[in-house]
């Protein structure tokens, strides 16, 4: 997409469900949502809804207490806060009629020691908060302050479980290889591998072809209150997450410290992965043309899958010689499948 959302917490080519972002601009609104898209609408008057046909879902702005009876979304609007359902400052999607809202808004924040008060509203909003159709409530905390102000640090659910969100910079994850580095090449014992020699940076490129990258990654999850166990304090992460020099994710570990997802990515392309692999299962490859699309899909114990490009659509054919064909409709970042076409023709 030409307007990509900032780079998320699981790094370049990852979204988690909370990096959806609305960009809000005067003669447009853009929303960058959890799966890469960048979604244009018109700008919004307050309590105003607008539909994409191309997407099938609603994008709002709060301002109103209630909707017309004649909008689809009048019974749903009524389950959220009414705060929420006032303030003209918060946006609000959703793709289907039973919920859940999705809401954006600003985080908290300290604000300067030269700041006007009130400041005005930034050009973005993030999602603070879900809205089911029984109007509960998946709320996400905001650092106010500080090197990851502005991430999500903290979730509670509509049940009361509070999780602590661990994260990390790059020059920390830097600082923190050093320590290892040294340690192993001082160690009689310590191992001598070609990762003794990797260089590790403070910071990380630009240019990468994705959205601004700050450097702060997702390091676990922990599960830090349950109303239904309110006396236990768990001793491990729920799940834990380690990264490339790049900021790439590269394992994926569960709670009992197992790691159960490894990915391997393209030392010339920023988040293009060319390996991945699941906890006991071979390891799956992909390669790529010149233009960053995948060709070909190679799985040592399973189908393979070759895939070839046209304008408005895209053939896949496995290694028994079956063929699947997308058709597409659209051009760049607006372009989608409408149609598939099954190896049995249906």
């Known amino acids: 997409t030409r307007t990509p959302a900032p780079v998320g917490v699981f790094g370049p080519g990852w979204k ?39 997407e099938s879902f609603w994008l709002a702005r709060g301002g109103v207490a209630e ?25 609000l999607a959703t793709n289907s009629l039973q919920g859940p809202w999705w809401i954006l808004s600003w985080p908290e924040r300290v604000p300067g020691a030269d700041e006007v008060l009130p400041p005005e509203p930034p050009a973005y ?15 996400f ?28 910079t790059q020059a920390q994850r830097a600082e923190v290889f050093r320590k290892q580095r040294a340690t192993s090449l001082s160690s009689p014992a310590g191992p001598r591998s070609a990762s003794s020699s990797l260089v590790f940076p403070d910071t990380l490129p630009a240019g990468t072809g994705y959205g601004t990258d700050n450097g702060i990654r997702l ?13 236990e304090q768990p001793t491990a992460p729920l799940a834990r997450y380690t990264y490339t020099a790049g900021g790439e994710l590269r394992a994926v570990y569960d709670r009992s410290g197992t790691q159960v997802r490894g990915f391997t990515y393209d030392a ?15 390891e799956s490859c992909y390669r790529y043309d010149d233009t960053g699309r995948v060709t070909e899909q190679v799985n040592p114990e399973g189908l393979d899958y070759r895939f ?9 054919t496995d290694s028994l010689n079956r063929r699947e064909v997308l058709y597409t409709e659209g051009e760049g970042g607006l372009k989608r499948v409408v149609k598939k076409e099954h190896a049995d023709g249906s």
């Not at 102000?149 to 990390?168: E, I, N, P, S």
């Open 141 to 168: 905390h905001r650092a106010a302050e500080g090197d990851v102000a502005g991430a999500v640090t903290g979730v509670t659910d509509g049940a009361g479980r509070r999780f602590h969100l661990v994260l990390t």
């Open 125 to 139: 909003r993030v999602l603070t908060g879900v809205v089911d159709g029984f109007g509960r409530t998946l709320a």
């Open 219 to 231: 390091e676990a999850v922990w599960l830090t209150h349950d109303p239904a166990y309110p006396d």
């Open 16 to 54: 988690a469900p909370f990096d959806i972002r609305l960009q809000v601009h005067e003669r447009e609104l853009i929303l960058n949502d959890s799966g890469g898209r960048s979604i244009h609408f018109e700008p919004l008057f307050p309590g105003e809804v607008s539909y994409s046909r191309s």
């Open 268 to 282: 010339e392309h920023a988040g293009r992965m060319v390996a991945h692999h699941y906890a006991g299962r071979p």
């Open 67 to 91: 909707q017309h009876s004649s909008q689809p979304l009048s019974a749903l609007w009524q389950v959220l806060p009414e705060d929420v359902r006032l303030s003209p400052h918060v946006y």
């Open 308 to 316: 070839e490009y046209g304008e408005s659509r895209v053939i896949i």
